[in-house]
């Protein structure tokens, strides 16, 4: 019998498995898996906008996501932290990234830039608990050989260490790893299907074992460079020539269809440096760059549907709960490298080549990440809602009966203290001989089980400067030495109608509660 059931002291999640448990021996339609602690996979895309997949608006053709999404949660008001490296941070560790030791970059300075030993990670804490514990794809929390995912608690690791790389080899200066040794991927590599490929050989590893096991898969698609095979490519080529005007109406009406968001919520207007599509004079060059964006989620999707599959073949879909998530909104960079190249003398024409073979190097940019987006404002990196406002999946069949949308506002940092109470363990006070800071994410377990939660009273970001705090239907943003602005979250949140200069005392009072709870979250000079 499990520790958990021998305790007095059960949690929520003891209570739901024994619930299970009773179910399953009245009712012959209850998997036979439901006797165990469920199977935990947490699934991240790289830089995808809130709007990109079907079941969030999205004309992609996500399948798999889509048939996640809509047999289990959909989440309406999930926050992220901005960028990549900190929002990994926040989600293997439960707390601020800050705090965790990435309020930055990866590279050490203001912030240690790897996580800390105050910290346990997700991973950490599942082995401790009985968990296999499994990661295939991006890491960028520590390049450091000390902070490498095998020692932060993962039993195997394959992937990039580092932040972004070429899809079909490694960029010079990075790291790519199996397990703690470094390689360099062979010919015919492409790294959104070998990230799939490693992941179907865990799950097979983790059922063989019998014990439930945590696999985190964490893509680097759909992140620059726009890279994909061309006969993926050859599937949207010509789908976006009506334009990211247009796009974006029709995930507009899309979305408010879906509920997820609000028909009183205006259309955020076009980005003030983004050509109106009538006066782009290469739109065939920008249908090709975001039918390559396309082909690039449509891929990872593609491997999340083989992992449902394997689930599915081995009788373990209903008691596995499959998290899917991205780590920020889209993207608007320019490539470091394709800058780079520049400046040595390089030509636009040959960097961007034919977008999507191994030879070009570019992003989509802000043309089409304000489409991603949809219908928000701004991108990764930002606080406004287009850099931190993330879709999130839940799917667990034997605990969700029913599909629903989740309207609270939560945070990445909740999904570690979620996933310890799923799996009937807590988080410790101390670990690897070192006083462990308090968990500051809250589980959602009441949530995923359709009971009421006490969710958090305010949140806070902060990004190189951008900040901001969401308090009830209130949000106070500010762009880096820019002024407060003050939305209401309820009636705007696409934040088209500033009402700070109305608003004089709520913007006191919020900017002070910030200040207060970003020194305790751990930004330096909030």
């Known amino acids: 019998m499990p520790f958990f059931f021998r305790n007095k002291h059960y949690t929520l999640a003891s209570w739901l498995l024994i619930l299970l448990l009773a179910s399953a021996a009245s009712s012959p339609q209850m998997p036979a898996t439901a006797s165990k602690r469920p199977n935990i996979i947490l699934i991240m895309a ?38 990549c490296c900190p929002s990994r941070a926040s989600l293997l560790t439960g707390q601020y990234p800050h705090k965790a030791g990435i309020g930055e970059m990866v590279e050490p300075g203001t912030y240690a830039g790897h996580l800390l030993p105050t910290t346990l990670t997700m991973a950490e804490a599942l082995k401790g608990a009985g968990y296999q514990t499994y990661m295939s794809g991006k890491w960028h929390v520590g390049e450091d050989s000390l902070y ?15 932040g972004a790389s070429s899809f079909y080899t490694l960029d010079e200066g990075r790291t790519f790893l199996e397990n703690n040794t470094r390689i360099k991927p062979g010919k015919g590599f492409y790294a959104t299907r070998a990230y799939t490929d490693k992941a179907l050989q865990f799950i097979d590893k983790g059922h063989a074992s019998g014990n439930p096991y ?20 050859q599937k949207y080529l010509g789908s976006y020539t009506k334009g990211w005007d247009q796009v ?62 394997k689930l599915e073949e081995q009788g373990e879909l209903e008691n596995t709960v499959i998290f899917f998530l991205a780590d920020n909104g889209g993207c608007a960079e320019i490539p470091h490298i394709y800058t780079k190249k520049l400046k040595e003398g390089m030509t636009e024409e040959q960097l961007s080549g034919k977008v999507g073979n191994e030879t070009s190097y570019v992003g989509y940019e802000n043309r089409w990440a304000h489409a991603s987006n949809t219908p928000f404002r701004r991108y990764k990196s930002h606080i406004h ?51 462990l800071q308090a968990l500051d994410g809250k589980s959602w377990l009441p949530l995923i089980t359709n009971n009421p939660w006490k969710g958090h009273s305010e949140l806070i970001w902060e990004h190189f400067g951008s900040r901001g705090i969401r308090q009830g239907k209130w949000k106070l943003v500010a762009e880096k030495n820019a002024p407060w602005e003050l ?33 305790e979250a751990g930004v330096v000079n909030p």
């Open 148 to 162: 490498w995912p095998r020692q932060r608690g993962f039993d195997e690791y394959y992937g990039l260490i580092s």
């Open 214 to 233: 945590f696999l985190y898969l964490a893509y680097t698609a759909p992140h620059w460079p726009l890279h994909a095979p061309e006969a993926d490519v």
């Open 487 to 519: 939305y209401d979250m309820e009636n705007d949140r696409t934040e088209t109608r500033n009402l700070a200069t109305t608003n004089p005392q709520k913007v006191a009072n919020l900017v002070k509660l910030y200040e207060q709870k970003a020194r």
């Open 248 to 309: 974006r109406k029709e995930r507009y009406g899309r979305l408010v269809k879906e509920g997820i968001i609000s028909s009183k919520w205006p259309q955020s207007i076009r980005d003030s440096m983004v050509t109106a599509w009538e006066a782009e004079p290469r739109k065939e060059h920008w249908d090709r760059r975001m039918a390559v964006y396309a082909a690039m989620v449509s891929i990872m999707d593609e491997g999340i549907g083989k992992i449902i599959r």
């Open 46 to 83: 790289d830089d995808m906008g809130f709007s990109d997949i079907g079941c969030y608006g999205g004309e992609i053709r996500t399948p798999n996501l889509d048939r996640l999404g809509r047999k289990g949660l959909r989440f309406t008001q999930f926050y992220n932290a901005a960028r």
């Open 385 to 435: 809602e287009g850099g931190i406002a993330s879709p999130l999946i839940i799917h667990w069949p034997a605990a969700i009966k029913k599909a629903r949308l989740v309207p609270d506002v939560t945070h990445i940092m909740d999904i570690m203290p979620t996933c310890l109470e799923i799996a009937g363990t807590t988080y410790p006070a101390s670990g690897k001989g070192n006083s």
